[in-house]
């Protein structure tokens, strides 16, 4: 049973870039049963996909962030990583972090964390 | 404006079956499994079904879901008042080489 846990700054000031950590705890990061992933969710409205890496370090981005965004792990500290550049208010969401066993049925989620761009 | 459309509330009395529907295209439902996700206030999404029609473990089979061409349903049978949540179904595109929501469907039980 794998747990997740998002951290990092909950206020970003516009332009700036946004940076996200997922620790995984009960299971190693370089499992090649999982895919990792972070999704957000913009106060009051759906989900987006934002992007995914595998345990080969293959990524995945949705092409309308792609430009800005980069996922990475770090198997020292069994964590992955989000990082959003150049954001604005349109980024202001909850940013969950994900991982999932293609196939099986079977992913875990974070607990969720807002992030606010605001000067 | 998501690929994938769904519509934006459903409402039904305990006991009673609903429907959401999920409707795509040839680049993502049609040619990809779909999952279904179910949403509590203030908690992240809970997975309900994978690969069209495949519950988790510990899923109740109230809940199940089938695919036609470019189009994915979730029924619900034996509505209770705690399924009141949204509702969203995913799906590999491979046009945008990315997955994609749908919008969600706010599901209350009157």
């Known amino acids: 049973q794998l747990q997740l846990q998002e951290s990092g700054p909950g206020l970003v000031k516009p332009s700036e870039t946004l940076s996200l950590t997922c620790t995984v705890s009960?299971?190693?990061?370089?499992?090649?049963?999982?895919?990792w992933g972070w999704i957000r969710q913009p106060p009051g409205k759906g989900l987006e996909w934002i992007g995914s890496?595998?345990?080969?370090?293959?990524?995945y981005y949705n092409p309308s962030l792609k430009s800005r965004v980069t996922i990475s792990v770090d198997t020292s500290k069994n964590t992955f990583s989000l990082k959003l550049t150049s954001v604005t208010a349109a980024d202001t969401a909850v940013y969950y972090c994900?991982?999932?066993?293609?196939?099986?049925?079977?992913?875990?989620w974070g607990q969720g964390t807002l992030v606010t761009v605001s000067s | 404006q998501s690929v994938l459309t769904q519509a934006p509330s459903a409402s039904g009395t305990p006991g009673q079956r609903v429907t959401i529907s999920c409707s795509g295209s040839?680049?993502?439902?049609?040619?990809?499994?779909v999952y279904w996700y179910q949403q509590l206030p203030g908690t992240a999404p809970k997975l309900l079904i994978y690969?069209?029609?495949q519950r988790p473990s510990g899923v109740p089979d109230r809940f199940s879901g089938s695919k036609s061409g470019t189009s994915a349903s979730l029924a619900i049978s034996g509505l209770r008042s705690e399924d009141e949540a949204d509702y969203y179904c995913?799906?590999?595109?491979?046009?945008?080489?990315?997955?994609?929501f749908g919008g969600g469907t706010k599901l209350t039980v009157l």
């Open positions: 994900m991982g999932a066993a293609p196939g099986t049925g079977v992913d875990y």
């Open positions: 009960g299971g190693s990061i370089s499992s090649s049963t999982y895919y």
């Open positions: 890496i595998s345990y080969s370090g293959s990524t």
């Open positions: 040839s680049s993502n439902i049609g040619n990809n499994y």
């Open positions: 690969r069209n029609n």
């Open positions: 995913a799906v590999w595109d491979d046009s945008l080489s990315g997955q994609v």
